[in-house]
């Protein structure tokens, strides 16, 4: 299942890439939502070796999950890729410059799953898509928007 969305932003691609594909405020986002969570690498090392382990609920149950960034290319685009079991979930973003301080954010979320469980989990998520659709566009909205203010205000 592949959702995707995107917002138009009023910051140069640079700077867009560095407060949007931000490990440590993704790091801040998950403990502010107590979600148990530890970096496997260093946590000196670059975000483009970023790797984390951490338990997440998923459709009513805590389930296992390790993530990382695959690809890592500034200021484009990068890559997350997340795997639970059965369950893949990938990220891309891709920054595309509109003017010198303006930049298309370009997010696209391909779920896809292995086990029997797993693929009726995304048989119901197709069901609701619509739904979903909407949801994650309001989500990568959000961001931008939180992204935009954060780099005014640094």
């Known amino acids: 299942m592949r959702l995707s969305a995107q917002e138009d932003i009023e910051l140069g691609r640079d700077a867009a890439f560095r407060h949007i594909v931000d490990p440590g405020f993704f790091e801040r986002q998950l403990m502010r939502r107590a979600i148990d969570f530890v970096r496997i690498d ?8 970023a790797t984390w382990r951490g338990d997440l609920p998923i459709s009513g149950q805590r389930r296992e999950v390790t993530g990382r960034f695959t690809r890592w290319s500034p200021p484009e685009s990068a890559v997350f ?3 639970s079991g059965g369950l893949a979930a990938e990220v891309h973003t891709q920054f595309i410059v509109l003017s010198v301080e303006a930049t298309r954010l370009h997010v696209t979320l391909d779920l896809t799953a292995d086990r029997l469980r ?33 780099a005014t205000e640094a």
């Open 42 to 49: 260093a946590p000196d090392k670059a975000a483009q070796n």
């Open 81 to 83: 890729e997340a795997v």
């Open 118 to 150: 797993d693929r009726l989990l995304l048989q119901t998520l197709q069901i609701t898509k619509p739904r979903l659709s909407g949801k994650f566009a309001e989500y990568v909205a959000g961001f931008a928007r939180n992204a935009v203010q954060r």
